[in-house]
């Protein structure tokens, strides 16, 4: 096995990875910007390098910097986790240069499944059924033309794209030319390239995706479906395993859609093949990823196969040592994103300090985090502050597991969707699966807290503020507070005021 | 001791004792039962008649964050003048402030123009996402205080609403 | 299914229990002592009752007063976790007469296998393996010739007993006479009962046991073995499942052996039947433990089968919905028990105010614990910070991912077997799975620290001195601090020093 | 800033700068090259040529607890005057304590009888469980400061040993 890794990236899914090496005896370097001398990644990698400014441009996607650190470590591989670099097929290629593994596929099966037009013809070659749209990347003036041709509603989206980025919706024919110009701008600026292509949308469709497995030597497995049909901003937010909308027969078939896109490009490593679902359970490639996923936990939970130590081992060139008969189902696992963000504002990202943070635990819990109390959330990176993942013998208890859970959690210090997932969790027709990607447009009461009794946080306010002034008195040694001498002066006047 | 509370544009004076156990605190002259212990630096446990709560609180210069079941609750500590001057306002008058340090991208109203309650006014980017900020009122648009490409800080004030 | 259930003890097992009820709908209630009104089982519970002085005699003991408040807040039901009235046949009773549900076997259960002379003879006769023995309890002159005839070494036990208190190994007859002494003191304090009697000892076993559940329709189950050699103090402190130790057909033979007794006593509910093991693969009965147990976590592990959720809703009447050949087996899973206790000094408890406490978390890691910063760990209950479980594919997988977990661990404010634990998974016999209850014995140097590069703990303590000293000035509002005068007077002379 | 510390009868004299980021510590004299970061209450980061080690602190009255990687290491900070005597210390004489509220259950030597390391010389009970506490050094009891029965706090001297 490797002696050393360096993990190229940050936050919860660089803690997975160091936990992943130690369970594998294997050495951990971390790497980390300015911002993030602070973070958990750091205090648990057994070595840790400083590559730079806070700006990922600047640390997380310089190239050189990162293989310049792992060159002076000694590190034998190189894990990119998510984002940043992971479907960079120009550092996947730097790294093999350089005698350096690149956890996860060839920088071809990145190139082929990177660029969304060629990963189409690929899907259509394997007999992937497809949704209808342009050929690949279109001007302005042709946008319009194939838009009415194949008929709104329409979904515009990055060629370069992922992760919801440079997508946008479109209904009727006015709208199409300020969302093609925002989706264009948001592409250029994610991605360094703003071509788009089209799409016909489908209406509320869910979003099914099914994880796969490669070793280097031509097995190529699928560890059944993720249901990630909740999403905001067109990103998911809350994922599950098995999906309550495919039966057994559904769900061999879509495995074996996913497993002969990726013997078409001679997948190497976890990938996740995606689709979209219509009510009639008619189901089309959407695009592959060619790296984890944030939600690869839930398919963990229901398999019991750790999806990043199998990276690892086959990027060691270990052979997979289980068949596709081997791998079992069992029970039911649900992920929600824990974000610093704000629900009543459109889901907008929410930085700050997390004064206090505590995060729930016990049997079927998991929290898969790099925060603790006085992390802070910059708006430099993604605003997620933990995935808690349940898991339990059926949805029904897994979700009532998840309210449980979430109700433990403490966030203090910048706002959060805590309660907006515990509202989800509440909801009548997601208890009985009846979601899709349109769910929470459909149910805008998610997003406001209900009104409670203000009681118990009218006393704790006031019990914030006593503390405060306890503490303030014991600071400066003085008998009387100013906070006590203000309070008494609207003790005085309170009778009018009532 | 007193304690004066905002929280929706409702005012609340708090009586409390210095004791942690068995107090009798006062709401608005009202008593009710209650008694707290810290247990973490900023975590309570409340019982009030059998009713057991843990509750998060953070205190924000003149803010109160409180936090429990999943939900903040922002309650913003007022001084004598401003109880005042509180209960004289709600004069309608909304602005429209960046959430967040941001680049405004697109401004979609004209000073005068009609706006609908939860319509877009004007769109941000920040974090590489652009977000569309509605309006919190049925009005028209007053001030605007920015342009397009200005790169402003959290809390800047965008454009001010006046209601119907 | 019950509306609401009344939780009759403290600690990480009240939060255990409040946690299943969550998951199945039913509201909580907490009693607590004066020493437990900060601990978490009262802040998760919807509803908290004081029940007096922290001493457990005079609260978590005290029937009436616990009697009184589930009719008060109108609980339906009683959970006793393990310890104070887990096992008392008094109690139990007492809920039968005041109609609330006991959750747990009938009284008659907890008698007979609670006498420690009776429950021997109920094994004897469904020709359950016996080790030779006194037939019941002993005087001291009794026990004296006895000792002689059974041949040393020999084990005297507290009849009332449980949990290795009021127990003694006695190697020659020169020490017999003090520690029947100390035998018969310790159980006349903890169990207000000094009867004790006598076993031969087997040198060196293993402890393994069976977890049974019972319906109350008649069907009883067993859900594997847990092996529970690695003690300290005759007290469990490392507990895995499966053993390493038993094969598939010893396992169907011991469980099948759990299950007669259980049948014997006409079981219901969840218990543990002991059993120790000698070098050849021989099995005697040990004892029956009628409750849940400490270390169920790692049977859940393993099963997927929740032990908590199913102990309530066999009470409320369920009936089991799996049989034997449905339970499965799949992976590894190890607990470690995490105490505030010094290693170095015969694992002595050491209580004290947990100042900081950060727990691992991630995949595959389960802390169960009712411990956060700030809590306090008293005299007056056990010295437990929490039970570390981790699950894996293999036990080698287990067991490296304890190491990780462990290393990640800390506490500050009292001592904690965190290194000891460590030592033991890095222990090759241990790895070996060459382990039994004279494991700790023959390995005195796992209970010291391995010397280590001072360096970084010199530099860590300077900075804490240099904190202090920061956070002094900042509350004093002087310009130099007395830590600063002191530490130029220092400065001057260390010249001279070194 | 320099600060001293004792541990296991060695003296260590550390110097350490006002700032948080590559700061060069000395160790007896000895530089080492060094950066930290506090990154929570109590928890700190430490990074020494590229090693990272995440280490939990705790001043404790004049004794530091650090935590890392399992263990304690209990440092006593010492001022001047203490750093002189403990030059000339290391006498052999030790003092057994009681290490938590307890009853001494038995004497099980009396003045003058020689004892081995590791030997047991007295046994107490605290929660309910009886502990022998054992001779740390080969030597001989020169005081029992306790009788059977008593009942004694966390650190009371119950035994003092002197080596051969």
Partial sequence: MFNKILIANRGEIAVRIIRACNELGIETVAVYSDADRPSLH????NEAYHIGPSAPGES???KEKIIEVAKRSKAEAIHPGFGFLAENEGFADMCEKEGIVFIGPSPESIRLMGDKVTARKIAQDAKVPLVKGSEGAVSDVEANVIAKKIGYPVMIKASAGGGGKGMRLVRNEEDFEGSLRMARSEARSSFGDDSVYLEKYIENPRHIEIQIIGDSHGKILHLFERECSVQRRHQKVIEEAPSSAINSKLRRKMGEVAVRIAK????????????IMDQEGNFYFLEMNTRIQVEHPVTEM????????????IAYGEKLTFKQSDIKMNGHAVECRVYAEDPEMNFIPSPGKLVYVRAPSGPGIRDDSSILSGSEITHFYDPMISKLIVWSETRESAIKKMISALREYIVLGVKTNIGFLLRVMNNEEFQKGDIDTGFIDRHPDLLTPPSIDIKPALV?????MRNASNEAEIAKEKPVSNWKLLSRKLAVSRNNLL | MTYTFRFEDQIYIINLGEEDIQTNVEINGKKIPVEFKRIDENLYSIISEGKS??????????????FFEGNLYELESISERQKIAGKASDSGIQEIKSPMPSRVVKILKNVGDGVKLGEGVIVVEAMKMESELKSTLDGKVTEIKVEEGDAVESGTVLLSLSSN
């Fill in chain 1, 60 to 62: 997380y996607l310089a």
């Fill in chain 1, 460 to 464: 704790a306010a006031a019990l914030a």
């Fill in chain 1, 302 to 313: 229901i398999t019991g196969i750790d999806i990043v130590r199998w990276m690892i081992r």
């Fill in chain 1, 42 to 45: 750091v205090a648990l990698a």
């Fill in chain 1, 264 to 275: 078409a490009v001679s997948y190497r490593g976890a990938g996740t093949v995606e689709f």
């Fill in chain 2, 53 to 66: 709560l843990s509750v998060g609180i953070f205190k924000n210069a003149k803010r109160v964050d409180v």
